[in-house]
């Protein structure tokens, strides 16, 4: 079973300048669609890609990330999670497209993250030539921490969300072959008790109709 309602959680940050776009989405796959995305990218500005498959068959996509050229920047057959980085070489619109064109009956839920350019720095830091001052140095380290306990969180969720899914489905397979079971132990006796009371019956015999 599949999870019914379309489960989409979209957070965009758009900064200008050469400050970074950050997309990070949760969308469902069905079976035998494509879904593509597309991120306008600055030449030589450099993006990483990071995806997941929740729930859903085998937990495989297909993968491919294509340039404004039609150029193949990254193309992955039936993966389950991987994270890809590279330095745009033109200005254009790059998409980003998964495929479930392969199963033609599982639907997938997908986690994508996609970010470009450099992170931005905190504000009024980074705006002085000088050095940075301990408090300065404390905060900048206090916010690459927060970015890496952000990260861990997400990866946590969606490694929740896995185990539940395959924990759901496993709880309904046995659910289900307990019933087969049970109905069948119930056959076999409701059998037996007949073919017993077919022995025991009374049958009139040759001599009693004499």
């Given at each position: 079973?599949?999870?019914?309602?379309?489960?989409?959680?979209?957070?965009?940050?758009?900064?200008?300048?050469?400050?970074?776009?950050?997309?990070e989405?949760?969308?469902?796959?069905?079976?035998?669609?494509?879904?593509?995305?597309?991120?306008?990218?600055?030449?030589?500005?450099?993006a990483?890609?990071?995806?997941?498959?929740?729930?859903?068959?085998?937990?495989d996509?297909?993968?491919?990330?294509?340039?404004?050229?039609?150029?193949?920047?990254?193309?992955?057959?039936?993966?389950?999670?991987d994270?890809?980085?590279?330095?745009?070489?033109?200005?254009?619109?790059?998409?980003?497209?998964?495929?479930?064109?392969?199963?033609?009956?599982?639907?997938?839920?997908?986690?994508?993250?996609?970010?470009?350019?450099?992170?931005?720095?905190?504000?009024?830091?980074?705006d002085?030539?000088?050095?940075l001052?301990?408090?300065?140095?404390?905060?900048?380290?206090?916010?690459?921490?927060?970015?890496?306990?952000?990260?861990?969180?997400?990866?946590?969720?969606?490694?929740?969300?896995?185990?539940?899914?395959?924990?759901?489905?496993?709880?309904?397979?046995?659910?289900?072959?307990?019933?087969?079971?049970?109905?069948?132990?119930?056959?076999?006796?409701?059998?037996?008790?007949?073919?017993?009371?077919?022995?025991?019956?009374?049958?009139?015999?040759?001599?009693?109709?004499m």
């Amino acid at each position: 079973m599949f999870i019914s309602p379309i489960v989409v959680t979209l957070l965009v940050t758009l900064i200008s300048g050469i400050c970074s776009k950050s997309v990070e989405l949760t969308f469902e796959l069905p079976d035998s669609a494509v879904e593509c995305f597309y991120q306008e990218i600055e030449k030589n500005t450099s993006a990483s890609l990071e995806y997941q498959v929740i729930t859903g068959g085998q937990y495989d996509v297909d993968v491919k990330v294509e340039g404004p050229n039609k150029q193949i920047i990254y193309q992955q057959q039936k993966m389950q999670y991987d994270s890809h980085q590279f330095t745009a070489q033109y200005t254009g619109v790059y998409k980003v497209c998964f495929s479930n064109e392969f199963s033609t009956f599982s639907h997938k839920l997908v986690y994508m993250e996609l970010n470009v350019g450099p992170e931005q720095p905190l504000p009024g830091v980074g705006d002085h030539a000088t050095v940075l001052t301990q408090l300065e140095t404390s905060a900048e380290e206090i916010h690459s921490a927060l970015n890496r306990i952000i990260d861990h969180q997400t990866h946590h969720r969606l490694r929740e969300a896995q185990s539940r899914k395959r924990a759901e489905d496993l709880n309904e397979r046995v659910f289900w072959w307990s019933m087969g079971e049970t109905l069948a132990i119930v056959c076999v006796t409701f059998v037996q008790v007949m073919v017993l009371k077919n022995f025991f019956s009374d049958r009139p015999t040759l001599y009693s109709r004499m």
